[in-house]
């Protein structure tokens, strides 16, 4: 302790402090020159980007103005523990008292006069609180603040009222304003190491958090617990009373408020402590292990970028737009940046909105730190796409969607490798962990969520896969694609600088194919691609086969008749369902809101008119289309929402291309589809869905040396499952029931997943034997056509009835008819059963059966049924007047049939 | 001696009275500029579709019946700014409304202040007067 006092080169801390206010002061005059009240945020904006004296000079007045108020403080405190204890008279005590109270005013309106989002909500919160004051509140707040909302009044009261008010008490109590020369030599040596270094802060007006000064932050966290308010004043006033108590009363009232007040600042430290760190944006609690804890918390705090600039470099900050209130030094250096749309122009934007790093400096290095070269990945999407201004709505719920999620891949994948007991069960990437199903995942499968990072600039391709925001939104146009290949080709081409792709609402086919591709390729299916086992040298070249991402052979088949009809994805599917509705879903199909029959309705439209919309499909229809009030638009029959592209005129239904604005008629369904109602339970897909891809008999096995990679973590690794595909093919697809609760529906199904897997090849614990699964998955194939099925597709199909490939034969004779089927496909070893099969011919199957838990292949019975049709039509035309009869009555066209007619099953 | 007639006493009453004229001047002063201050009128276009949109001092949920709301929260008189998850929010204590004002999540326990505006049908023109 003598050691300390002898190197401690100052007499006591009210001289520190009397060395602070005087560089305060200095600095603050010579602050005044560059700082224009009238236009306060956009003059420290300015000044942070071309006057770096004046970077430093308000560093010092922040710094030394923050270190005034403590060691005032500390000073007060140093008199309480002295021996001779505070020697004041009444009066001079009392308004030192109340001057802690005016410096923290004088603070606070420095605070204010910054005029940054933390600046005007602190402004609105202390009008609130002082008018608040009984009687004389108003009065207060109107005199402290001013009327309009100019900061004049705020302005006078910083650079005189308070400031005055403080020089006036320390001549009074110390007699001299002036510190003593070592302790300003020392202490301005301090200011401006520290000034140096630390920039002091300035809220960028888009971060969503707002907090106070780091004084009254405590107060913020006091007044998230209070619903009234003004009880923090009076906290306030009773520290400024227990400060002026301390030195009164008998020596054991004095200790007792001496221990008081330091209680109350401990845990004001440490409610400051909680609000700085630990409070993010809308005052919820973070932690650091939020991914954006270092964005929330010292985001204000910006980089120390001192930069000298030329006079071309301050001519281009001086004629760059102001964004948000204030100049950005990005819009300086990219000037004339072309191609985004007008909803994301730079001139209103800005660039550190999407792209981050700092707009507060000329310093290039500094500027860049930091900063989202691609913006709009998952991870970091909450700080630019959905920041406040722009689009929190949605980025806060794209976690839920199943793109997002990928919760029925993993979980039928976990299904099959017996990890859990139903396909069904929500699960999510964010939990994949490093069982065999989950390894199985990493390797094959999970490079298509949207959370899978761009890293890379360019174009959206068939070979991409995630990218959050961009995934979708993300157009380069012929410019910005021709910059940016002349970039790739030479680094020193800056060319692409000029040039930004667009982020827009054109979503493509193109930015769903590379994850649509694969697994149901329904992108594919859609466009009349069918994927095969070739390679590319065994093709011929022609145009009846595509080439997918350099080595995947697809070959042509029936596109589907919506994407003939110029339709694309987005037609048909809504915001909600790409980006999530907030709800977790299992399934796709869960997911998925629009149905066939939204549009092609047969009885009476669901629809909506413009004012019914919910806010996120109006805003997307005015973007998309222009106004049109008292139009009648379908909507879903599922969540009600509007489909935005369609209209009702004249009692038929259109609907107009969104990218390419073409009109569609759409028809309603043929008058075949609901004749009768033997066909009531067919969805619309069982008839219309021409074909479907499906792999039959693929192998897995772990190889401990594969070369392989991890799809989560993007990286390679060693050691790898290795997936030993079957045979591709492209048929009608089978047929099977949806079960939920009554409601019976005939669906396509895929044989998705028949496949052995050698588990024991991972983890060498579990039993030495192979997984064998046989199960078929739902399908929505997107090969519509106009026409559907015939009768016989159906009815004397061994596919359609789940048997698998092979000829179905009926032979009647007098003994009675007698259905046989031969299959294509050898017996399983493992279950007796055809290879391609998902039901064996004229048996059940139960349990284990799909992908889904309610989803099975027709019963013996149902079977029965749909034989005894198709036995009809070996003989009769399935456009016959007796089969159309049947469709109405089948039981009277069967008790009237003729002799030679020949039904099977009959004993 | 009568007290009232002492020059404390004297002073005193003095005193509190210029203290009283004084407080009765700065009232005036402040209340003669608080009238002066101009209104300011906010126009927008009607367009039904229940856009939340927010102004400096209002929220306006526009629909076929808009509502006008104060941005000022009830509790501190923090500008509301933030739509999340079909409820208004207060970025400084965290308190939630719906959009009818009402409060849903603390410390805010009123209602937010609804303004009065007019709707001109013909023009489909939502006008408030700040």
Known sequence: MELLKKIWPFSSFGQISLALLLICVVSGILLAVPYDVNDAYASISLMMLINPAAILFRNMHYWSANFFLVFSLIHIWDHFSAKAGIK????????????????????????????????????????????????????????????????????????????????????????????????????????LVLSFLFVAPLHDNLNPVIKGPWYFVGLQEILHWLSTPQVSLLIVLLFILLIFLVPYGSPRNQFVTKRALLILTIIYLLLTLTGYFFRGPNWKFITPANSDYSHYIYNPFHSNGFAFTDYQETNRVNTSPEVFGRKEGCLACHQDVKGLSASH??????????????????????????????????????????????HPEIVSRINTGLMATLSGMISVDRYVFDEQDSPDELTTIHHLGNSAADEHLRNLCVRCHLGNQKTETGPVNESSRGGGCLACHLNYGDKSLTAYHQHKNNDQDTTYLSFHPSVDLQVTDEHCFGCHSRSGRISTNFEGWHETTLTAEETDGSSNYRIVEGYRVFRKQEADVHHTGGMECIDCHNSYELMGDGTLYPHEEQQTDIQCSDCHYSDKPNTLVLCEFDQESAIINSLRFSRADGKKYLSTAKRKRPLINTFIRNDSAFLITKNSKQTKYMKPPASVCSRGEAHNDLSCNSCHAAWAPSCIGCHNAYDDHEPGYDMLRNDFITGSWVEYVGEYQAHAPALGYRENGVVK????????????????????????????????????????????????????????????????????????????????????????LPEDAWTGFLQERSGKVSTRSD????????????????????????????????????????????????????? | MDHTNSRRYFLKTAGSLLGAAFLGLWGTMIHTQRKSKKKELIRISLDSNGTVLFHEDCIVINKDQPVVLSSYCTHLGCRIQTFENGQLVCPCHGSTFDLEGNPLKGPAITQLKKLDFTLNKETQTITIKI
């Open chain 1, 88 to 191: 004041l008279k009444s009066g001079i005590w009392l308004r030192l008292s109340i001057g802690v109270l005016i410096i923290l005013l004088a603070m606070l309106t420095g605070f204010l006069l910054k005029a940054d989002a933390d600046s005007l909500q602190a402004r609105r919160i202390l009008n609130d609180l002082v008018g608040g004051i009984p009687f004389i509140g108003s009065l207060l707040s109107a005199s402290l603040l001013g009327i309009s909302d100019s900061l004049q009044v705020i302005y006078v009261h910083h650079i005189a009222t308070f400031t005055l008010f403080i020089v006036i008490i320390i001549m009074e109590h110390h007699k001299t304003i002036w510190p003593g020369l070592k302790e300003t030599i020392w202490v301005t040596a301090f200011v």
């Open chain 1, 855 to 907: 989803v099975r292949p027709f019963t013996l019975e149902e079977q029965k049924k749909i034989l005894t049709i198709g036995a009809c039509l070996t003989c009769h035309n399935e456009s016959s007047e007796i089969m159309k009869e049947s469709l109405f009555d089948y039981q009277k066209v069967l008790d009237s049939r003729k002799e030679q007619c020949i039904l099977p099953f009959k004993k």
């Open chain 1, 745 to 832: 529906t005939v669906i396509p199904v895929v044989p998705g997943m028949i496949l052995t897997i050698d588990k024991h090849s991972y983890d060498h614990s579990y039993e030495d034997t192979v997984l064998f699964h046989r199960l078929y998955a739902p399908a929505v194939p997107h090969t519509t056509q106009t026409k559907g099925r015939s009768c016989t597709s159906c009815h004397n199909n061994p596919v359609a009835l789940g048997y698998g490939q092979g000829e179905l034969t009926y032979t009647a004779n007098e003994q009675g008819g007698i259905w046989t089927f031969n299959p294509k496909y050898k017996n399983s070893p493992y279950d007796g």
């Open chain 1, 345 to 390: 122009n730079p001139e209103a934007l800005g660039c550190y909105s999407c792209h981050g790093g700092d707009p507060f400096t000329m310093n290039k290095n500094t500027a860049h730190k930091n900063m989202e070269l691609i913006p709009g990945n998952l991870t970091t999407a909450e700080r630019s796409c959905g920041t406040t201004a722009c």
